[in-house]
Structures are given as structure tokens and as C-alpha cells.
């Protein structure tokens, strides 16, 4: 019976550390992620080219609303790539 009893709480002690491992790696995919979109929401917002006051009364105005207005650097960057 006490073997029984010392196996199951092996198992418990072994799942509980897989579980700690899980949960490591999991954070670990989490942070990546987030990096991830972080990086993509700054190359967007680069991609605007817009300075800094630009870009935040951008937002303060509603940029949900509309799409941002056509600057020269747009166009100069939609001709090169129909050429």
C-alpha cells in the first residue's frame, strides 16, 4: 500500500514540475508574442512617416475613424512601386 501511496505522490511531484515548465515556456511564448506586435505596431506607425505631434493629434482626432490623409512621401512610395 505504501508504495502505491510514494508512486502516486511521485507522479503529483512530477506533474506539478512539468507543469512549472509548461507555464515557464508559456510565459516565455507570451512575452515573444507581444514583441512580435510590438515590433509590427512600430513599423506601421514608422511607416506613416509622421513626427511625434503629428502622429498623437492623429490619434487624439479619432484615427479609428479615418484613414490617414495621403502625404507626399505616400505618393512618392506608391509611384515607385508602379514603375
Do not use: W
Request: proline share 2%; aromatic share 4%.
Amino acid at each position: 500500500m505504501a508504495s502505491k501511496l510514494d508512486r502516486i505522490e511521485k507522479d503529483i511531484q512530477k506533474t506539478k514540475s512539468k507543469i512549472a515548465e509548461y507555464q515557464k515556456q508559456l510565459r516565455a511564448l507570451e512575452a515573444q508574442k507581444t514583441e512580435q506586435e510590438n515590433l509590427q505596431i512600430i513599423q506601421l506607425v514608422r511607416g506613416m512617416n509622421m513626427k511625434p505631434e503629428e502622429f498623437a493629434a492623429f490619434l487624439r482626432s479619432g484615427a479609428m475613424q479615418a484613414a490617414p490623409a495621403v502625404t507626399v512621401y505616400h505618393e512618392q512610395e506608391e509611384n515607385a512601386h508602379e514603375e
